[in-house]
């Protein structure tokens, strides 16, 4: 366990912070409840704005991976085909 000094000063951030979330959180209601409804409105659309272009990098990212993915399983089954190719090639040289 920590000392007694140490209990102290973990208790004063405790309660500094405890004080500046009190504080922080009525500037936060002063704010809201001086929001008009066409900033709220605002608000929302920024919101809706930024979900959509979120979603949008996220598809891209999505579609990206999915090519990139197409693509090495594409090169998988032709390096397949080919050693299948090679082995046959293999056995009608041997007979």
């Given at each position: ?8 000063k ?86």
């Amino acid at each position: 366990m920590g000392s007694a000094r140490t209990k102290r000063k973990n208790l004063q951030k405790r309660r500094k912070r405890r004080l500046f979330a009190a504080i922080a959180a009525e500037i936060q209601a002063s704010v809201e409840t001086k929001r008009t409804p066409e900033q709220e409105e605002l608000e929302q659309m920024r919101n809706e704005e930024e979900r959509q272009r979120t979603h949008e990098q996220w598809q891209k990212a999505v579609e990206k991976s999915a090519a990139a993915f197409n693509k090495k399983r594409k090169i998988l089954a032709q390096r397949q085909q080919l050693i299948l190719s090679l082995r046959q090639q293999m056995q009608m040289a041997e007979q």
